[in-house]
């Protein structure tokens, strides 16, 4: 079965498979955020220089994703135009991967000291793959999406029905990730990742990151090698609707920018605040059980460090939960924006919702804190089970403005575009700037806020709730409703501001 841009859309098959590979993507990208977080702080890497590393993400979804798009656009490859891409990626995953699980054992040998709280070698290695990494996964969402959109033969009802299974084994993905980064004896299986300088807990994290390569690799090579491209004649030349300008894509992001519309400005403000509100939580989520809600350490006794890991497992075991509240969520958006009388209406209310979630995680540390003050210091042990269970719940709760987050600010931007006679394509692809932007402001902002206040993640989760209430009432109040008031189930979905 060969595929092009072109001509009918191909059989369903062929949409599933290359969907599949977004759950290898997404697996991957939900072991980074519930676990890696906690794994450079081991490394020695201080709390308020962490948010720095993740800089990587936002900085790759700026650069990597346009530049490989447009190649990928003009790619004369025999074997396709897109299919390239994803092998290329998928390799580079696996390679950053390993060299992240592996950093500790990397460090050891080059000369690291186990003595020495901070491992300068070991955190060369890991911020070398971490960047690999992203740099990686961006290389494969991109050309996953523009294959997508080939396999569709543009056809709407099939493009919908492509991102909606791109969605779903996102969905897959992150409960995959999220339920082995919860479980502390996933290492049994691969007893070799226990070595002198890696203990349980880093084990575990190389038993699941080896677990994700195997994953991502079988299902990115059956999809490319079961679903053919049809390859671009070499003069490069693309027809109308594929984004085949040679005008240069900078130029081309430039050229849109100047062109937008008052609505499409008003959406790009309300997704930059939103994405302010986020970040923050979703790089510090776990990390907040550890410390704030169980009182553990990443650095103290071992009695202090279990209490730290058994709180990353619960926040990894929360995460899973978010996952599944986002999955079923998104197949009740479209009736519910109906009721609230539109989407920006729908916006508003789920950004609510996550002001309040936010906002939360403050009482539940103070109950926490209270709890551990009521038993004295020498008792070391988890919190209550109405603790947990509240910051469980604060989890599961998110899952809902998520599910918007991920879906129509898209679809917005869709509906904005075709009312104005725009591209669809860059006027995605100039979203992606009003997402990655702000990540890149709270990876800079987060660290020295919270060191500001006496150190913790609470500063940046009420800076995040402030600002998901500004964004709440400009949704509401400032952002036009399309012409089209039902909700257009794009299905698109981003991976951590990837």
């Known amino acids: 079965m060969e595929t092009g841009g072109n001509g ?21 990208w939900a072991l980074q955020l519930s676990l890696l977080t906690p794994y450079v702080q081991t490394l020695g890497v201080p709390h308020v220089w962490a948010a720095f590393i993740w800089l990587c993400g936002p900085i790759s979804g700026l650069l990597v994703q346009p530049i490989v798009g447009y190649f990928s656009d003009h790619c004369t490859s025999r074997i396709g135009r897109r299919r390239p891409f994803i092998a290329a990626g998928a390799c580079l995953v696996a390679m950053a991967v390993f060299f992240i699980g592996f950093a500790k054992d990397i460090g050891h040998r080059a000369g690291d000291s186990l003595d020495n709280p901070t491992k300068p070698r070991a955190v060369a290695v890991f911020v070398t793959g971490f960047w690999i990494l992203d740099v990686a996964n961006n290389m494969l969402q991109g050309p996953c999406r523009a294959f997508l959109a080939d396999l569709s033969g543009n056809d709407h009802k099939r493009m919908r029905i492509a991102n909606g299974w791109f969605s779903f084994f996102m ?21 070799f990742t226990t070595t002198t300088a890696c203990d349980v807990y880093c084990a575990n994290l190389k038993t699941c990151f080896i677990i994700d390569i195997v994953f991502l690799l079988s299902v990115t090579t059956t999809a490319i090698t079961t679903v053919k491209e049809t390859p671009l004649k070499s003069n490069g030349s693309l027809d109308e609707g594929e984004g085949g300008s040679s005008e240069p894509f900078i130029g081309e992001i430039v050229t849109a920018f100047k062109t937008l519309k008052k ?18 939580f979703l790089l510090y989520d776990t990390d907040w059980m550890g410390v704030e809600v169980f009182g553990g350490k990443v650095k103290g006794s071992s009695s202090e460090q279990k209490l730290y890991d058994d709180g990353v497992r619960a926040g990894a075991l929360g995460l899973m939960i978010n996952s599944i509240v986002l999955a079923v969520t998104s197949l009740g958006l479209e009736p519910v924006s109906r009721f609230v009388g539109g989407v920006k209406n729908l916006w508003g209310v789920v950004n609510f919702i996550l002001a309040a979630g936010l906002a939360g995680t403050v009482w539940i540390t103070k109950v926490a804190e209270a709890w551990r003050a009521k038993q004295g210091p020498q008792i070391l042990t988890s919190p209550p089970n109405n603790v947990k269970s509240f910051a469980l719940a604060v989890f599961g709760l998110l899952g809902i403005p998520l599910s918007v987050t991920f879906s129509i ?13 725009g591209g669809q394509g860059l006027s995605l692809g100039v979203l992606n700037l009003s997402i990655v932007i702000p990540q890149m402001f709270v990876s800079v902002i987060s660290g020295p806020l919270d060191a500001a206040f006496g150190g913790g993640n609470l500063p940046a989760f009420v800076l995040g709730s402030i600002v998901a209430a500004i964004s709440a009432l400009l949704a509401i109040f400032a952002l036009p409703n399309p012409k089209n008031h039902l909700f257009l189930n794009s299905g698109t979905v981003v991976g951590g501001g990837h």
């Open 8 to 28: 009918p859309p191909k059989p369903i098959w062929n949409i599933v498979m290359v969907s599949a590979i977004a759950a290898g993507i997404q697996f991957g």
């Open 171 to 191: 969905a897959i993905g992150n409960v995959l990730g999220y339920a082995a980064g919860s479980y502390s004896n996933l290492y049994k299986l691969l007893p």
């Open 263 to 280: 609505p499409m400005w008003i959406l790009l403000l309300v997704t930059c605040l939103n994405w302010i509100a986020w970040f923050p």
């Open 409 to 421: 600010p898209f679809a917005l931007a869709s509906t904005y575009c075709a009312d104005a006679g």
